[in-house]
Every structure is written in structure tokens, then in C-alpha cells.
């Protein structure tokens, strides 16, 4: 049956009506896919991008164990031991210059179908006192980069650090220290103080007896951890390195480079009694002070000889000569003041009052050793920012039994020998003691004897080449 003609035009309007309802709710449709994709894409491009700049992070932490390897490994020097493996990094020509140099690696592994890009930015030297680590990496077509600027801290801390393997004898007598342990032995005496503040480190024993051990942050392997003591580290994980062979070229600290710059500002003297001398005078030696010791003929170091003391702002070298043994000993019963701290409101049994002296000020910027040039001695020039050691010596023992003053690190690749022999004496360290041959730290008067932890006067201290050295982190950008 046909409709009637007036049937047909609401029939018309249904099919116009659901027609335009189906366009809205296909467009509705539509509006909500493309919502869905945009919202997908977005979040899609958020994993991809916090998924490339954790691949960058990563990048910037295996370019940082790399380059820790490379400094902390023997054999080679550290640019010939970032090119070999496992570290297998290239050197970049096109971004290298005679200053600076650029290492390159394309990493792969621990990743899983994902690369990163690893640049090591540093300056063109054996022994760079700094670098910047770059890492890249993409995922999908979204690229991060991750930058990190690190230092070559001096990685081991404490107030006293001795590296000999030492014995497992439990005594404090002097011939327990001189089997290559630490011994700390003080008095009993109500009138005497003996004071070890910031902690020992010891591949041997360390042994104390009527000593005072204040906790502090210590430093081990450049990781920092709190402790009093921490002793037979020897064939640990926490093993202090060997770097102070009596005699040896190969020791913590460049000897030559030293006294090149002694030479270079004025400062050597090529024996002692000439040093005496101008001692004597009471005048204050500036700078890196080197001295040479020859095994006979030497001037007595005594309060007669140097009533004004031993008196320097800066480094003090004694060069002992080849003459001498490991055991052989010059004594020194004069005081000593090298970058003396201000003791005016010491207080021996309060660690607030331990002030420094460290670093020192020149009066003389031409003796600050930053500004001695001893390039064309073949050395590279200190710089600002070096810890230099205030007491160093290559071999034999300095035995000191005098009062003493002297902020910054003191070193010895033999037996270090400090005895303070006079009632009412201060034998004061602020900064650290680092030994080879054994330490022995002894106070049988009634007098005060301290050795406290300065680590500003040693993170950046300028040890030969990499040695004794790790990496911190600095900042990110």
C-alpha cells in the first residue's frame, strides 16, 4: 500500500533528522579518537622522553666509573688506560684542541636495544684536576642529555692515615708502631691531653692508650662514612693503596716537582745548616721551602741553634739524601710552626676550638706557588685550587719532639715519629698525617697533644699524577 501523500514528508524529516543525529554522534566519535590519539602521543612522548633522559643518566654514570677506573688502575697513565679496555673510549679530533681533550664511546651495555652517547671533557693533561661527563641518548625521536661535572678529589680521609700493612700486635710501644701500625699513647695524667679528632685509618693495626677518639667523617675510597677508627683494612675492599715506597719515585707525592719549585721561587737550599741560618734570624719563609739533608755534618735542630724555631707559610720538603735508611733519623727538639693556627682560645678537650691555619696567605703573591712557573723545568704549574702538604719528607724519620704548630697534611713514606718530651708542651696537626713505615703519636707529659681532621686542607690535594685520587661529583646540569 502506497503512503499518502501527506504521510511522506515526516518521513522524509525522520531520515533528515537521524541523518544529521548520525553525523553529530560520528564527529563526536571522531573528536574523541583524535583526543585519544593526541592523549596517547602525549603520553607516548612523556615515556619516551623520561625514558631517554634516565638512558642519559645512566650514560653519565658508566662515564663516571670509567673514568674512576682509569684513574684509580696502574699501568699506563690515565689517557692511554681510557683507551683500553673495558673502558674503549676514542679520542674525538674534531672537538680536541691542544688544551682540551675530548673521549668518545657509544654505549650499549647493560642497555637493552638502546644506546648512549658518552663525552669525557677534560683538559689535555696526564692528570686532569677536573672533567665534564655528556651523555646522550634517544628514544623514539625524543633526545636528552645529561651532563655531570665532577673533581679529582684525594679519595682517603682522616686525622691520621697509614697505608703499611702492619702487624696484629696490640701494644702502644714505639716498637709496635715501627712494625707499621698506628700507636697513639698518652698519658694518664690529669694534666695531660691527648686529643685524635676526625678518626684513623689503618691497613694495620691502630692502637691507643689514654687517648681521646672523636668521631668524624672520614673518607675511604672517596666514600665518606662516619667512624673513631677503622684499622686492619689491609686485603679488605676498604685496603688504603701503597703509595708511599721509602726511597721510591713512585710516591704520593712528586718530590722533583716540588723542588722545582723551590728552586724556581728562591726556596732551595741544598743543605741544612744553610737553612739553620736563615732560620735563626726569626725571619718567615714563604712559599715551597725544599731542603736538602746529607747524612753527615748536620747542624743540631734544637732551641739553641733556632731560638725563633722553624717558621714557614707554605710547604716544608726535607730531601733527605740516598745515604740515608728507612730507620735513620734526624731529631728536632725546636718548635715548628708551619701555617700555625691561631691556639689562643684552644681548649684541649673541646674540638670547636681546634682552629686551622690552613690555607695559608702569602704576603709574597711571587712565593704562592700558583704563581711560579716551573713549565720550563718540565713540571706543570700548581694551581689555585691545589691542597699542597705544609710537611713532607722522602725518607728517614723527623723525629719531633718540640712544640709544633702545622696546619695541612704531613707526610712520610717511612716510620713518622712525634713525641712531645716537655711538660706544659702543644703538639698540634690540623689536617692529617699520612705514614708508610708505621705512626707514633706519644704524650708521656703533662702536656697536650692533638691531631685533628682538616679535609679542606687535602680533597684537592696535588698528589703525583692520579694517585690516592677518586671522583665527586660536583654539580649536574
Known amino acids: 500500500m502506497k503512503p499518502s501523500p501527506k504521510n511522506r514528508p515526516s518521513a522524509a524529516g525522520s531520515v533528515i533528522a537521524y541523518f544529521l543525529f548520525a553525523i553529530v554522534i560520528i564527529g563526536s566519535i571522531a573528536t574523541l579518537y583524535a583526543y585519544s590519539v593526541q592523549n596517547l602521543n602525549l603520553t607516548h612522548r612523556r615515556h619516551d622522553l623520561a625514558a631517554a633522559y634516565e638512558y642519559a643518566e645512566a650514560g653519565t654514570v658508566i662515564g663516571c666509573t670509567a673514568l674512576e677506573n682509569a684513574f684509580t688502575n696502574s699501568g699506563g697513565n690515565l689517557l692511554s688506560r681510557l683507551q683500553a679496555a673495558p673502558n674503549s673510549f676514542t679520542k674525538n679530533n674534531d672537538l680536541s684542541t691542544p688544551q682540551q681533550l675530548v673521549f668518545e664511546r657509544l654505549i650499549t651495555a647493560p642497555f637493552t636495544n638502546q644506546t648512549a652517547t658518552v663525552q669525557l671533557w677534560m683538559a689535555n693533561s696526564a692528570a686532569p684536576s677536573k672533567a665534564r661527563i655528556v651523555a646522550t641518548a634517544k628514544v623514539g625521536g625524543v633526545t636528552q642529555t645529561n651532563i655531570m661535572h665532577v673533581e679529582m678529589a684525594f679519595g682517603w680521609g682522616a686525622a691520621i692515615i697509614s697505608d703499611n700493612p702492619g ?150 720538603v726535607f730531601n733527605f739524601s740516598s745515604a740515608y735508611s728507612p730507620s735513620d733519623k734526624v731529631a728536632n727538639t725546636a718548635a715548628m710552626n708551619i701555617n700555625p693556627a691561631n691556639l689562643s682560645g684552644l681548649i684541649p678537650g673541646n674540638p670547636a676550638t681546634y682552629t686551622t691555619g690552613y690555607p695559608p696567605v702569602y704576603s709574597n703573591p711571587a712565593k704562592n706557588p700558583a704563581n711560579v712557573d716551573i713549565t720550563s723545568r718540565g713540571f706543570a704549574n700548581f694551581t689555585p685550587y691545589d691542597d699542597l702538604p705544609a710537611l713532607m719528607y722522602n725518607v728517614g724519620i723527623l723525629d719531633m719532639h718540640g712544640p709544633v704548630n702545622i696546619s695541612g697534611v704531613v707526610y712520610s713514606p717511612s716510620f713518622m715519629e712525634i713525641e712531645n718530651k716537655q711538660d706544659g708542651q702543644i703538639q698540634y696537626f690540623k689536617g692529617s698525617l699520612i705514614g708508610g713505615g708505621g705512626i707514633l703519636v706519644e704524650n708521656n707529659k703533662r702536656a697536650t697533644s692533638i691531631v685533628s681532621y682538616d679535609p679542606n686542607a687535602m680533597d684537592i690535594l696535588a698528589s703525583s699524577g692520579t694517585k690516592g685520587k677518586s671522583l665527586k661529583v660536583v654539580y649536574r646540569e
Request: with cysteine; proline share 4%.
Open 167 to 316: 702487624s696484629s700486635a696490640t701494644g702502644t710501644s714505639k716498637s709496635v708502631a715501627q712494625d707499621g701500625n698506628v700507636v697513639v699513647d698518652g698519658s694518664t695524667s690529669a694534666t695531660s691531653t691527648t686529643v685524635v679528632d676526625g678518626g684513623i685509618l689503618a691497613n694495620g693495626r691502630a692502637n691507643t692508650n689514654a687517648c681521646r677518639l672523636v668521631p668524624g667523617q672520614m673518607m675511604r675510597g672517596g666514600q665518606p662514612f662516619r667512624a673513631s677508627m677503622s684499622m686492619t683494612n689491609r686485603s679488605t675492599a676498604f685496603q688504603i693503596p701503597d703509595y708511599t715506597a721509602d726511597g721510591s719515585a713512585d710516591q704520593l707525592f712528586d718530590f722533583d716537582r716540588f723542588i722545582a719549585a723551590a728552586k724556581a721561587s728562591g726556596n732551595y737550599f741544598t743543605n741544612l745548616t744553610s737553612f739553620v741560618n736563615v732560620m735563626k734570624t726569626g725571619v718567615v719563609l714563604e712559599g715551597i721551602v725544599a731542603v736538602d739533608v746529607a747524612k753527615s755534618g748536620l747542624p743540631s735542630l734544637s732551641p739553641s741553634t733556632l731560638p725563633f724555631g722553624i717558621n714557614i707559610r707554605g710547604t716544608l
